[in-house]
């Protein structure tokens, strides 16, 4: 039997599905972050030229690379509805821009703690800094794109359009440390494997997949929140339990 | 372009078109900017007159072995910056940060006086993106101190002898 792919690309039955997948992405998100952190802060061993310092990169590598990643993934759904008309790509590239945004800026946030006592500057006009600054502000101007203009279809357009152009930026991120000199250092982990104390990478992938599975629940969380607001008009969206009761759903 | 085509396939070729012209300006951008994109310039890069003259700009290279001199003052160091190929020194008063170290990456922000002494306005210390314990970074040492030594061996005493494991 052929499944059905585009049956939850309709709002209708991806409300559900989704509904059912945000438990288990909260929970392992959860867990992950108490033992990534634990492992992070108390395990690892200190480093032998940064000593306790090194510590922020348990924030610092996962929040960044999930800062491009969501981009691209927030930039896929975009160009989805855009291409393709379709309802849900585009409140998935809605609902993907405030965590991407957020990520951004704990990237930015926690490379200035670590500059501070490593390099002895909180922000210097580099390639590879300036680059995820210019991310951040894709990601606001997204956001204050979309909320700009009142008829959510041709927000969606506009915004696509942005998103779409924007993500040139993500390979300029990921690149700058090679193309130009640069005071951030190079990439620890690279496509050909990595230098990294066994221990140490260990906690860095378990804080990654601790900050995927935190974004797939709050995306998931927030394009339920917008399927709701903008399909209130629909039949469908009366008979979910709970929501009828609601005077807005009547209207 | 067809005009049989459907229009989400137009919408296709139109974000695609959007897209690599999009690509193809940043990228000449980029490339026009070659150079003012660089944090800092390299001490052969000085010597090949392409840094500006009488402004401030960065020096990027490492701090060479035995070359830091504390004043009397206790806040005025001097040190060579060098690339393993040309070498600039470097005057600086102020507090260095902890990552300074002989043989280690800094970016030095000042103007080169006359006799080609650059007086620093900041010094910032770049660290590279390994991260090991103490441990493995002292047996990394000793191993290549080793290698070192067995190498100097090997070109004394020739022929070459089997090595024994000791």
Redesign the interface.
């Given at each position: 039997m052929a499944i059905n792919w585009f049956k939850y690309a309709a709002p209708t039955t991806f409300y559900g599905l989704a509904g059912k997948m945000i438990p288990w992405f909260a929970v392992s998100a959860a867990l992950l972050f108490c033992a990534g952190l634990y492992i992070g802060f108390f395990v690892a061993p200190v480093d032998a030229q940064q000593g306790e310092f090194y510590r922020i990169i348990f924030i610092h590598v996962p929040t960044s690379i999930l800062s491009m990643f969501l981009y691209l993934i927030m930039a896929g759904y975009a160009a989805l509805g855009l291409v393709f008309n379709t309802r849900l790509s585009s409140m998935m590239a809605s609902a993907i821009a405030p965590t991407g945004a957020l990520f951004a800026f704990i990237s930015l946030w926690t490379g200035a703690l670590w500059g501070k006592p490593m390099w002895g500057a909180w922000w210097m006009w580099d390639a590879r800094l300036t680059s995820e600054l210019i991310l951040l502000f894709l990601y606001l101007g997204f956001i204050a794109l979309h909320a700009s203009i009142d008829d959510p279809r041709r927000a969606d357009r506009a915004a696509a359009l942005l998103a779409i152009v924007g993500s040139v930026n993500v390979p300029i991120i990921y690149f700058s440390v090679q193309w130009w000199n640069t005071l951030h250092q190079g990439s620890t982990i690279k496509f050909s494997g990595t230098t990294m104390h066994v221990v140490m990478q260990q906690a860095l992938l378990i804080m990654l997949l601790a900050c995927w599975s935190y974004a797939f629940a709050v995306v998931l969380a927030r394009v339920r929140s917008i399927i709701l607001e903008r399909e209130r008009n629909t039949t469908w969206i009366t008979q979910i339990p709970g929501v009828a009761e609601f005077p807005e759903a009547k209207r | 372009m067809k005009n049989n085509m459907k229009p989400?396939q137009k919408?296709?070729v139109f974000?695609a078109v959007?897209?690599a012209g999009?690509?193809l300006a940043?990228g000449l951008v980029?490339y026009a900017l070659?150079g003012n994109?660089?944090?800092?310039f390299?001490p052969t890069q000085i010597f090949n007159n392409e840094a500006p003259h009488g402004r401030s700009f960065r020096i990027?290279g490492l701090v060479q072995e035995g070359s830091v001199k504390r004043e009397p003052d206790g806040l005025t160091v001097s040190f060579v910056i060098t690339d393993t190929h040309k070498s600039i020194p470097v005057v600086y008063k102020g507090i260095?940060?902890?990552?300074f170290k002989e043989g280690k990456s800094v970016?030095v922000q000042g103007k080169v006086e006359a006799g080609g002494v650059m007086r620093a306005e900041?010094?910032?210390?770049?660290?590279?993106?390994?991260?090991?314990?103490?441990?493995?970074?002292?047996a990394l040492k000793k191993a290549e101190a080793a290698n070192a030594a067995d190498k100097a061996a090997l070109s004394a005493s020739a022929p070459v002898a089997v090595p024994v494991a000791k």
């Open positions: - | 989400r919408r296709f974000i959007v897209v999009v690509a940043v980029l070659k994109v660089n944090l800092y390299t990027g260095l940060p902890d990552l970016v900041e010094v910032l210390a770049k660290h590279d993106e390994n991260y090991m314990p103490a441990e493995a970074a002292d």
